[in-house]
């Protein structure tokens, strides 16, 4: 069984040379038609194969956001990097890991809020914050959830060292790495370390 956006897939395995990935996206079915079972040939394949279907999700929920509040954003990619979730470019490009999707589906709405903020404001002062609170009223907590849980998620790369357990300091987003931008959060009325949510 694997988590898609907070939805139970069933995972089913079947002996082939095709070495196909199927999902099934009404019955919530995943076939695997592999010529191995071995972890690192079905890492590859996952890797391959999911990254077309996270592309679909990821742009379908941009969309949804981007009515609902007004961004306009340019290319929209997706990669496997080792240790982001994602990032906003100056031209208003939006990259992203595709294993977001594994996320509950607040958590990975909250990431896309993240960047697209950037859209607006560029950097991590405290009107950034504010705004993305605008947004996400629950930012705080779900980026306590990402520091804590969000590599576990990972089903590609989940066996390289730094990927194990708990995340190692500058795993998140791009623009939080060596930043110690004070995050004002309007419900608690303090202020908090974004640097020590990702640490």
Known sequence: MIQILSQNYQEIHNKSASNTVIIDDIEHKIYYNTSSSSKKHLHLLLDKKFRPFALKLIKNELRELSKLHGFEYNRVSIKNQRSRFGSCSSLGNLNFNWQIILFPQEVFRHVLLHELTHLKI????????????????????????LKKEGTKHFLVNK????????????VGFLHFQNNRTMIRTKNLRQYKSLFDLFR
Not at 131 to 137: C, F, G, N, R, V
């Open 122 to 145: 560029k950097n991590h002062k405290h009107e950034f914050y504010n705004q993305l609170i605008e947004y996400d009223p629950d930012a705080l907590k779900h980026n306590r959830w």
């Open 159 to 170: 066996n390289l060292p730094f990927l194990r357990g708990v995340p190692r300091r500058g």
